[in-house]
């Protein structure tokens, strides 16, 4: 039995604890836009605090993976020293001589053949960026921009997918479609530090953060590459600080809209006089421009997003960032969204719906699951198809979604029923029918059955907008579009 693991009790104390601090942080934050905050390290530093990041980073499924240290957030808790160690860094902390370790490097491939770096810290490092999260997210959360969603509380991309139709639908039909080329390895550190303290002004919490943007990068074959730029994907703080590098995107374009847009009076002026409207939606580093204008307006606005971006080291990608017409359509979060006309009538809609990618995808690994050798019988296969099937329809049933998932069901129930037939290869499907398959068609074995994607109820979600509360405030009114 583990005596040094900290109780439910101790935890729950220690979570309610760091709310109610979260909750100050935050509201003195939005009373007072310019305040630096001074004196956040000894919340960093913080028992409670520590304890929180340590169970967040231990019920987190990355817990698995270690670092270059090799140890795993198991192997601490069943070594029984969880308090010991989190007392340990905290003396570390407080000394000011904990170091954070290069991350170990982790190449994983993308869709289009590229390969993508993810940086996988310590679990000790882990636990110091999670503490650093929960002292600087309801900081910064006051000067976020509700046109960003990706990896900021209570937001999704549900929420982004929904500001496009909500703005599609209002005559903004030019999209810029733009993605920022390797944004996370190359963000400017220096031009990054001066965001965060804009907001911080305790050297102790910057000589962290920056220490963690100078870990190191310890490669797949075994060499250290210093990190000059960019903070590498896989660390639990590098989300916050990529959002909080983009948010200068976001400040040049709300500032534009609440000095020229804000409301409908002046959009309705601004067209009469030929000029454009625009709206941006952010989830990470992609993003798209609804534009109420021209091409020529949203293609304006791709070189002074380029402008923009330029001094904190980004540049778009020239492949991935284009001008399209909403009748043509775009991918964007794994959904396709396209203004086109309603079956059986002459009036146009926007729809959103799973993109071709995104259903080639989920294909690809249906059939990885349904190789004869894949899986020893039945009921496990079922039991991994319908994981797969149930977490993609979940993502998906927000849009007109129900075609695909009646192709999506139509395409698994041949895969699983060819892979019973060769496993039953002297039977006819006749046969197959009768002895194998329930009711004639349904696949059911040891009370498992298989999961029908068309039985899903698909979901329209309407734009919260300004309405989205974090964690720690009530949600505040703005004028809408």
Not at 89 to 101: A, D, I, Q
Not at 396 to 408: D, I, P, T
Request: glycine share 8%.
């Amino acid at each position: 039995m583990n005596t040094d693991a900290p109780n439910e009790w101790a935890l729950l104390r220690a979570e309610r604890r760091v709310l109610g601090i979260q909750t100050k942080l935050h509201r003195w934050a939005g009373e007072d836009r310019s305040r630096r905050f001074d004196d956040v390290f000894n919340l960093v530093a913080d028992p409670d605090f520590l304890l929180v990041a340590w169970e967040r980073v231990r019920s987190n499924t990355g817990a698995r993976t270690a670092g270059v240290d090799g140890l795993t957030a198991r192997q601490i808790e069943a070594a029984g020293g969880v308090l010991a160690m989190l007392d340990d860094l905290r003396g570390r902390l407080r000394s000011r001589t904990f170091r954070p370790l290069p991350v170990r490097e982790r190449m994983i491939p993308k869709s289009e053949g590229k390969l993508r770096r993810l940086g996988i810290p310590t679990v000790i490092d882990r636990i110091v960026q999670a503490s650093l999260k929960l002292v600087l997210e309801p900081i910064f959360e006051q000067g976020f921009r509700p046109c960003s969603y990706g990896f900021r509380p209570n937001r999704r991309a549900q929420d982004a997918l929904a500001e496009i139709h909500h703005f599609g639908s209002r005559k903004y039909h030019w999209v810029l479609e733009g993605d920022i080329e390797a944004c996370f390895d190359t963000i400017d550190h220096a031009a990054l530090m001066d965001r965060v303290r804009r907001r911080i002004a305790d050297k102790r919490v910057l000589a962290l953060v920056k220490a963690f943007c100078k870990a190191g990068i310890l490669t797949e074959l075994g060499q250290q590459q210093e990190t000059r730029t960019g903070t590498p994907q896989g660390g639990i703080l590098s989300p916050l600080l990529a959002n909080i590098a983009l948010s200068v995107l976001d400040d040049y374009f709300i500032q534009a809209w609440q000095q020229t847009m804000s409301d409908h009076n002046a959009r309705y002026r601004r067209r009469g006089k030929g000029l454009a409207n625009w709206r941006l939606t952010r989830y990470a580093d992609d993003w798209v421009v609804m534009v109420a204008g021209t091409r020529t307006d949203a293609e304006t606005l791709r070189e002074e997003i380029a402008t923009v971006l330029a001094p904190m080291g980004l540049r778009l990608s020239e492949t991935k960032t284009r001008v399209v017409h909403l009748r043509e359509g775009l991918d964007f979060l794994g959904y396709h969204i396209q203004w086109r006309f309603k079956r059986g009538t002459n009036n146009r809609h926007v729809y959103t719906y799973p993109s071709k990618k995104a259903l080639t995808s989920v294909k690809h690994r249906i059939r990885a699951l349904t190789c004869q050798k894949a899986h020893p019988d039945l009921a496990t296969l079922l039991l991994g198809v319908n994981s797969l099937l149930r977490g993609w329809c979940h993502y998906f049933k927000h849009g007109s979604s129900s075609g695909a998932f009646g192709y999506l069901n139509h395409y698994t129930w041949w895969r699983v029923a060819r892979w019973i037939r060769k496993r039953h290869a002297g039977l006819s499907w006749r046969e197959l029918r009768r002895k194998v398959f329930t009711d004639g068609y349904r696949i059911v074995a040891d009370g498992i059955e298989l999961f029908n994607p068309a039985t899903v109820a698909t979901v329209h979600d309407r734009w919260r907008g300004y309405h989205i509360p974090t964690p720690w405030s009530q949600p505040t009114s703005s004028p809408t579009a």
